[in-house]
């Protein structure tokens, strides 16, 4: 088991995250599903923990109430290898009520912020040339969903 787990707090849709997510990610998973027995809190045979893997990071998600509320505090960073899969994410999370943001942050539709962020933009802002590099991040914040073809384009100053 790993040292370190994010743990999600979901009002009463953990189970229902938890399944969103691993569809979207290979080697991912659900290990188990604890529920509620008479002792409570929450009701007796509802689901109060889920224990998933999202490309082999565990996680732990919980129907804790609405007590707390996800915000951009925090948030799950993906590392995209194509463009391709930046435009399968940022479509399946921001659908049914998910919300694009800014600079390929987005929300879900359980509040959760995610960072889709192409590698490539890494490697651009990483680059010795600082001035190949601001281009590349003033051509960023002017984005929401990152196009790296566009990113590309204002990183060799075209």
Known sequence: MQKITTFLWYEDQAEEAARFYISLFDDSRIVSVQRYGEAGPGVPGTVMVVEFELAGQ???????????????????????????EVDRLWAALTADGGEPGPCGWLKDRYGVSWQIVPSRLTEM??????????????????????????????????
């Open 58 to 84: 565990r996680f732990l998600a919980l129907n804790g109430g609405p007590v707390y509320t996800f915000n951009e505090a925090m948030s799950l960073s993906v590392d995209c290898a194509s463009q391709e």
């Open 125 to 158: 802002l990483a680059d010795p040339d600082q001035e190949k590099a601001q281009r590349a991040m003033a051509a960023m914040l002017g984005m929401r969903k990152i196009e790296i073809p566009a990113l590309e384009a204002a990183f060799a100053g075209r």
